[in-house]
């Protein structure tokens, strides 16, 4: 299938996303930095996680599988704050994020079977994920964030021409999808 990028944003803009636009596959530079940050634990996640590092490959595994994409789309989903520690729109935007994230990677996977998507944040199909126990219980919809994957996000959007920063008071989730 021809990438078309049109239908990319017009399909994210529907399923709820704030915004969408064309990925600069040049932006993506996996840096250890990002990942060492990932490393520090803040999130709770690194190591017990089967999209979280380590277990969702090292920088070179993924840069090497991401130089296979030609193509990408890049969304955001910008909630409005009270204030400025107004943590429950945080979470209520971020749980948006993923419902949009998951509606979009459904669509998108008919007609682009190999994508590689990658989230905003920790993956949360599941309560508790079985790494590293046992096999990932939905491989299909569980995805590495860009930030796993070693991404300095406001780069990535800057590279691509989609703001970062949504103004004061505001908390914007941003991911990917890379295509083939």
């Known amino acids: 299938m021809i990438f078309n990028i049109d239908d990319s944003i017009k399909q994210a803009l529907i399923c709820g996303f704030s915004r969408a636009g064309a990925l600069n596959m040049e932006a993506l530079d996996f840096l250890p930095e990002v990942r060492q940050m ?17 277990a969702c490959g090292s920088l070179e595994s993924i840069s090497k599988k991401a130089g296979a994409y030609h193509y990408g789309i890049l969304v955001q989903t910008v909630g409005q704050m009270e204030g400025d520690f107004d943590y429950e729109t945080m979470e209520e935007t971020g749980k948006l ?29 599941c309560a508790e994920c079985t790494y590293p126990d046992e096999p990932c219980r939905f491989p299909e919809y569980a995805y590495p964030s860009m930030e796993a994957y070693g991404l300095f996000v406001s780069d990535v959007c800057e590279k691509s021409g989609m703001p970062y920063y949504s103004g004061r008071q505001t908390i914007t989730y941003t991911s990917c999808f890379l295509l083939k």
């Open 38 to 54: 990932c490393a520090a634990d803040l999130c709770q996640s690194f190591g017990k996680r089967w999209t979280c590092p380590p």
């Open 97 to 125: 994020h993923n419902q949009n994230f998951q509606c979009l990677l459904k669509k998108l996977q008919k007609s682009y079977p190999q994508l590689l998507p990658m989230g905003a944040g920790t993956c949360t199909i």
